[in-house]
């Protein structure tokens, strides 16, 4: 290399080094006290996030047309003082069981659409598109502030207005026992009573304490739609037949259960919380053929009913006809002529030993229910409307269930009745005299 070459690269060199050391000393300053500051704030927001604690995990759900969903996890914390949180910070995951009658054979994973988080009074609240809470089999929640990183395993589960039911059991004359669900509303006047039936998937065997006050609105409507009222709910421990009427044990089971459930409500009338005139009863699936049973075992006791997708127990048909369970051609859920006729004409011999008519009744069925065949209901009304009952009648059609949500299968016209104000309002202008 030539030397004034060097040279050169040795003055150039040695300017590049006398222009960073002769930078402005408040300007260096400056950056150690903004270095100094981002430290501090650093150090500050550790020793928050290790002195905030969260204190419990609520999982809040309430009872859907559907069934009971999730749409809240709740944190109650130590202290949220300058905390902040928004949705892009936390990321849910949940396992959801395969849906047998869909055809569904694996689980699926899904990821909750956050939509909004809250922090306010220690709490931090995450809201999220309702999932079926019956469904979930895992969840897992990240966020970018690890302490509330947390499983399914760490929920508690709250679910609005059915956990304000009191269970008790009770226990009949002859000895059979009754576990039940009893909401009370804070009053010292009397009261109007709903009876509710609950359907055969929540008996204790295949199902989960509590089960009849979740699986579908039939409890809690009443009180959530601002009724005044009492709710009994008993939860039965097995499910009865198809049939019924014909299988003198299970009927003998199911009358047993009646008089200890007439007992209870006569003990409720005389602790002078309940007003007798105003009784009520309303049933879904097993639960409207159990409380078709229960007005015929005690005609006198209710103002009023309503009994939807009702099983057979008045006479057999679903199963005497092979009519339970067909999904996917609506051909098979129909009788003959001659079978209708022969099935009516039994059905009106049976009730004439039962005088019901004097009880209103609105009777709720899909036209097309795949479980409990339709023909229970039609049949019913109109033999008791001969019998001079001033009763209702409503039969949706594939069209309506579909509208409503019910998307296959047409079993659940519960869902669709119970969000009917003129049927809720009916049953509780029923007064007996």
């Given at each position: 290399?030539?030397?004034?070459?060097?040279?050169?690269?040795?003055?150039?060199?040695?300017?590049?080094?006398?222009?960073?050391?002769?930078?402005?000393?408040?300007?260096?300053?400056?950056?150690?006290?903004?270095?100094?500051?981002?430290?501090?704030?650093?150090?500050?927001?550790?020793?928050?996030?290790?002195?905030m604690?969260?204190?419990?995990?609520?999982?809040?759900?309430?009872?859907?047309?559907?069934?009971?969903?999730?749409?809240?996890?709740?944190?109650?914390?130590?202290?949220?003082?300058?905390?902040?949180?928004?949705?892009?910070?936390?990321?849910?995951?949940?396992?959801?069981?395969?849906?047998?009658?869909?055809?569904?054979?694996?689980?699926?994973?899904?990821e909750?659409?956050?939509?909004?988080?809250?922090?306010?009074?220690?709490?931090?609240?995450?809201?999220?598109?309702?999932?079926?809470?019956?469904?979930?089999?895992?969840?897992?929640?990240?966020?970018?502030?690890?302490?509330?990183?947390?499983t399914?395993?760490?929920?508690e589960?709250?679910?609005?207005?059915?956990?304000?039911?009191?269970?008790?059991?009770?226990?009949?004359?002859?000895?059979?026992?009754?576990?039940?669900?009893?909401?009370?509303?804070?009053?010292?006047?009397?009261?109007?009573l709903?009876?509710?039936?609950?359907?055969?998937?929540?008996?204790?065997?295949?199902?989960?304490?509590?089960?009849?006050?979740?699986?579908?609105?039939?409890?809690?409507?009443?009180?959530?739609?601002?009724?005044?009222?009492?709710?009994?709910?008993?939860?039965?421990?097995?499910?009865?037949?198809?049939?019924?009427?014909e299988?003198?044990?299970?009927?003998?089971?199911?009358?047993?259960?009646?008089?200890?459930?007439?007992?209870?409500?006569?003990?409720?009338?005389?602790?002078?919380?309940?007003?007798?005139?105003?009784?009520?009863?309303?049933?879904?699936?097993?639960?409207?053929?159990?409380?078709i049973?229960?007005?015929?075992?005690?005609?006198?006791?209710?103002?009023?009913?309503?009994?939807?997708?009702?099983?057979?127990?008045v006479i057999?048909?679903?199963?005497?006809?092979?009519?339970?369970?067909?999904?996917?051609n609506?051909?098979?859920?129909?009788?003959?002529?001659?079978?209708?006729?022969?099935?009516?004409?039994?059905?009106?011999e049976y009730?004439?030993?039962?005088?019901?008519?004097?009880?209103?009744i609105?009777?709720?069925?899909?036209?097309?229910?795949?479980?409990?065949t339709?023909?229970?209901?039609?049949?019913?009304?109109?033999i008791?409307?001969?019998?001079?009952?001033?009763?209702?009648?409503?039969?949706?059609?594939?069209?309506?269930?579909?509208?409503?949500?019910?998307?296959?299968?047409?079993?659940?016209s519960?869902a669709?009745?119970?969000?009917?104000?003129?049927?809720?309002?009916?049953?509780?202008?029923?007064?007996?005299?």
């Amino acid at each position: 290399m030539k030397k004034s070459a060097v040279i050169g690269f040795c003055i150039l060199a040695g300017i590049t080094a006398l222009s960073g050391c002769g930078k402005n000393p408040e300007d260096n300053r400056e950056i150690k006290n903004n270095e100094a500051a981002s430290e501090k704030m650093n150090n500050e927001e550790a020793q928050k996030e290790m002195s905030m604690e969260v204190t419990n995990v609520e999982a809040s759900t309430y009872v859907s047309p559907d069934g009971r969903v999730l749409d809240k996890i709740i944190y109650q914390v130590s202290s949220t003082d300058g905390l902040e949180a928004a949705p892009d910070d936390f990321k849910i995951e949940f396992t959801i069981a395969p849906v047998e009658y869909l055809g569904e054979t694996e689980s699926k994973q899904t990821e909750a659409e956050i939509s909004n988080v809250s922090v306010e009074n220690d709490t931090v609240t995450v809201e999220f598109q309702p999932l079926s809470y019956g469904t979930i089999e895992a969840a897992e929640v990240e966020c970018s502030n690890n302490i509330f990183n947390c499983t399914l395993d760490d929920f508690e589960v709250l679910t609005r207005t059915a956990d304000d039911f009191e269970k008790n059991v009770f226990t009949a004359k002859d000895g059979t026992e009754l576990t039940y669900f009893l909401y009370m509303p804070e009053t010292t006047e009397k009261v109007p009573l709903m009876v509710w039936e609950h359907g055969g998937g929540e008996v204790l065997s295949s199902s989960y304490e509590g089960a009849n006050l979740h699986a579908s609105r039939g409890a809690v409507a009443w009180i959530e739609d601002g009724y005044d009222t009492a709710v009994l709910s008993v939860q039965y421990p097995e499910n009865y037949s198809f049939g019924i009427s014909e299988i003198p044990d299970e009927l003998q089971q199911m009358d047993a259960y009646g008089t200890a459930k007439y007992e209870l409500i006569q003990k409720l009338i005389s602790d002078g919380s309940i007003d007798d005139h105003r009784i009520y009863i309303s049933g879904a699936s097993s639960g409207g053929g159990a409380a078709i049973r229960f007005i015929m075992q005690y005609p006198d006791l209710f103002a009023g009913a309503l009994v939807m997708s009702a099983k057979d127990t008045v006479i057999p048909l679903s199963q005497k006809y092979d009519l339970a369970y067909k999904f996917g051609n609506n051909e098979d859920l129909k009788i003959t002529e001659e079978e209708y006729q022969n099935s009516y004409n039994e059905m009106t011999e049976y009730m004439s030993s039962y005088d019901i008519a004097t009880t209103p009744i609105w009777f709720v069925h899909a036209e097309h229910d795949q479980i409990c065949t339709s023909y229970t209901s039609v049949m019913l009304y109109d033999i008791l409307e001969k019998m001079g009952a001033k009763n209702k009648l409503t039969i949706y059609s594939d069209d309506e269930m579909e509208a409503a949500g019910q998307h296959g299968s047409y079993h659940g016209s519960w869902a669709v009745a119970l969000e009917d104000k003129e049927m809720t309002s009916w049953v509780y202008e029923q007064k007996k005299n």
